[in-house]
């Protein structure tokens, strides 16, 4: 009788996790068409190429990327690119593309943890691109 509650308390236990693990990823939509890359890096080579109003899922952050899971398949996207709330609010571009929505992204420095600064390492790589970008 022990043995046999303790089972059904683990086994609630797990499915009470796992369901919190679902629950806790988010919905998003694209703001506007993206490369779906491998990697969290821009020359990481490219899972898909996604459209403005694609709906995804949110599974882990890192740095100013997010994985998402789509339709098409699951890579990392410029968190900058992506909408947060519900999967269905920009599923439907086309018919507002005479509206286009003026918006403000407010990612900055709240998608960096701690341990992401910790572990932060110089990429002149990165900074040669970035500099690319001013020509």
Not at 56 to 71: D, F, H, N, P, T
Not at 75 to 81: E, I, L, P, S, T
Not at 86 to 93: R, V
Request: charged residues 20%; aromatic residues 6%; proline residues 2%.
């Amino acid at each position: 009788m022990r043995r046999t509650l303790a089972l059904s308390i683990r086994a609630a236990a797990c499915a009470w996790l796992l369901g919190c693990g679902l629950a806790a990823a988010q919905q998003v939509t694209l703001s506007k068409d993206s490369t779906l890359h491998t990697e969290p890096n821009a020359a990481a080579a490219p899972v898909a190429q996604l459209k403005e109003g694609t709906a995804g899922e949110v599974i882990a952050r890192k740095g100013a990327w997010v994985q998402l899971k789509s339709a098409a398949g699951t890579g990392w996207v410029y968190a900058f690119n992506v909408n947060y709330g519900s999967a269905g609010a920009g599923a439907a571009p086309a018919a507002a593309s005479s509206q286009r929505r003026q918006t403000t992204s407010t990612i900055g420095i709240r998608g960096l943890e701690k341990e992401d600064l910790k572990n932060a390492t110089f990429d002149g790589k990165q900074l040669d691109a970035l500099d690319s970008f001013a020509k």
